[in-house]
Every structure is written in C-alpha cells, then in structure tokens.
C-alpha cells in the first residue's frame, strides 16, 4: 500500500514513516517539501513531497498533525476522496500541571471527517509515543480503531498490522474517537506520575466469557 504521513517531519510523523514504510511505500507530506526530503533522506525507500504531492498518488493517508494545523487537510480534500485517512491527532492542553483532552465536546477525528467527508475516516497509533514506534523493534502494542463501517475499520486495522507487533482493536464508530483521544493525555500524566517514562497501551483479556 502507498501511505502518506502528513506531518511527517515531526518526531511521530517520522516514526511512523520508519516503521510503516517496513511493509508500505511511504512519502512523507510536509508544508515544505525541502524538510520533506531531508527527513526521509535517513529511512530507506522513502520520499518527500508537500502535502498534495504525497496525498495524490497516495491509497492511504495517515494524519500526524498538531490539532491547530487540522484546517491544512482541507485542500487535500479531493487528492484524499475516497481514500482510507487514518487520525493520529491528539487535541491536549497541559493545564493545572495535568495534560487533559483540549475539546469540549467531539474529536479531532470527527472534524478531520468533516473537514473530509468524502475520505473513510479512522483513528489509528492515537496512544503511541514517537519513542516507541522509533525503536528497531516495537513493542508489543494495542492500536485502538474507531471507524463508521466495517470496511473502513479492516482496511486501517490492515495498515495498524503491517506494523510488526501491533494489535488493531476495534473501539466502535467514529464517535468513539474522543475516548481513544482521551487516552494520550492519560498515558502521558501516568507516565510523569510513576516517572515510568513514555507508556503505551497492552489490553488483557481474561478468557472468553461463556454463555
């Protein structure tokens, strides 16, 4: 699958080209295409464009924006129609020496949607620090998937497994998105708290419940 990673020159937006790129072609989307370039320079087999330019030719689309940078998506509108566009976007505000979700109401995910209604909207690596996808090897984790369709959720589900140790999980429709948002903020008080240093997440199960 050809993937762009739009905000690719940030820690995550590289990270996450590093380790999609394993089992995906990936360009990396910058709004400077020279920056573009240099950062895929260092990870073999990737390219660098501005953000139309990787979204074109592109079958999948990954988000790895700041939240205030989300109205950039707007002139890939018809470059991402019909396209599998995954959010990665996390709104947050440190705020009483606590992170917490920066929205009132709704999601990151939910507005990329509509900033993208003719795109199959997902969330998808929401609770993933950079630290950990820029290993050599990535731990085993757990990638909570909200999508409106079946389709949508296998087709992002697919992208999450061509990451060597990642474990989709579907969290339900895209309203779902602001609880899989809500988690970032979460992990990063935990981690400050306990001073475990970057965390992510691994569910358990205890067995399956008989009837």
Do not use: C
């Amino acid at each position: 699958m050809k993937v762009a990673v739009i905000g690719g020159t940030g820690k995550m937006g590289r990270a996450l080209a590093k380790q999609l790129s394993r089992n995906n072609r990936v360009v990396i989307g910058s709004r400077d295409p020279a920056r573009a370039r240099d950062a895929a320079q260092v990870i073999p087999g990737v390219e660098g464009a501005d953000y139309a330019g990787a979204s074109d030719g592109a079958e999948a689309a990954v988000f790895a924006i700041p939240y205030p940078a989300l109205m950039l998506a707007v002139p890939l509108r018809k470059a991402l129609s019909g396209k599998l566009v995954v959010s990665a976007v996390n709104p947050m505000r440190f705020k009483g020496g606590f992170f917490e979700p920066a929205l009132e109401e709704g999601s990151a995910a939910e507005e990329l949607a509509g900033l993208l209604p003719e795109s199959r909207l997902a969330t998808g690596f929401n609770h993933i620090p950079w630290s950990i996808l820029d290993a050599e090897e990535v731990v085993p984790v757990d990638v909570l998937v909200a999508a409106d369709s079946e389709p949508t959720f296998e087709a992002a589900a697919e992208l999450v497994r061509s990451i060597p140790n990642l474990r989709p999980l579907n969290a339900g429709p895209l309203s779902q998105a602001r609880g899989v948002e809500a988690i970032t903020p979460l992990l990063l008080n935990l981690a400050r708290l306990n001073v475990t240093g970057s965390l992510a997440t691994k569910f358990v199960s205890g067995g399956a419940r008989r009837r």
